[in-house]
């Protein structure tokens, strides 16, 4: 017996074609939306991870400007304190000055030579006083150029100045102060000391 399909195969073929077309478009489209989902995730995760090391590195910046801003602290406080050892250095150094300066005022004074005035600015020293002679002037003033303190004495001025029965001259004149060193200056063996 043979067999004759009146069916129509052609469209049936086509129906199952469609049929196919539309179950692989289907796929491809749901294979799209998971690959686009999945990159979207991938994006925000790695955009996720990148913030949390920015802010990672933002409190390491933030922790590491405030160690900054201790050290500059300490170096503040540190150059605070140099000045006021230099301040105390220049006072002491100062006060040995001092000493050494009346020292030297008293010890070179020849007899017959009486101060009435010094003033020190700076390095310079203004000395006024008077003398019964103007020889005692001159003597003062080479015992003051040969000092270990002074230096370059300069005479401002000689007057006659009548003191009582006396007749002495008035004088003023200027010397400047030798740089010393306080700390390289030995201190002198006393006397009858065997080194």
Do not use: C
Not at 24 to 50: E, F, P, R
Not at 70 to 98: F, I
Not at 173 to 183: G, I, P, W
């Amino acid at each position: 017996m043979i067999r004759i399909n009146l069916l129509p195969y052609r469209e049936l073929r086509k129906a199952a074609h469609r049929k196919t077309f539309q179950l692989y478009l289907a796929g491809a489209l749901g294979l799209a939306g998971v690959l686009i989902a999945g990159a979207y995730l991938w994006q925000g995760a790695s955009l996720d991870a990148q913030l949390a090391r920015n802010q990672r590195l933002d409190d390491a910046i933030a922790m590491m400007t405030a160690r900054l801003g201790k050290v500059e602290t300490l170096r503040a406080q540190k150059a605070a304190l140099l000045a006021r050892k230099d301040m105390a250095m220049r006072l002491q150094e100062g006060r040995v000055e001092a000493v050494l300066l009346f020292d030297a005022l008293v010890r070179d004074l020849p007899e017959g030579v009486y101060l009435k005035d010094f003033k020190q600015t700076d390095r310079s020293v203004a000395i006024s006083g008077f003398a019964l002679s103007g020889a005692r002037v001159s003597n003062y003033m080479s015992q003051l150029g040969n000092s270990a303190v002074f230096a370059n004495p300069v005479l401002i001025e000689v007057k006659a100045a009548p003191q009582g029965n006396l007749r002495t001259s008035e004088f003023s004149l200027t010397v400047s102060l030798k740089a010393r060193d306080v700390q390289a200056t030995p201190a002198a063996p006393a006397q009858g000391a065997k080194p």
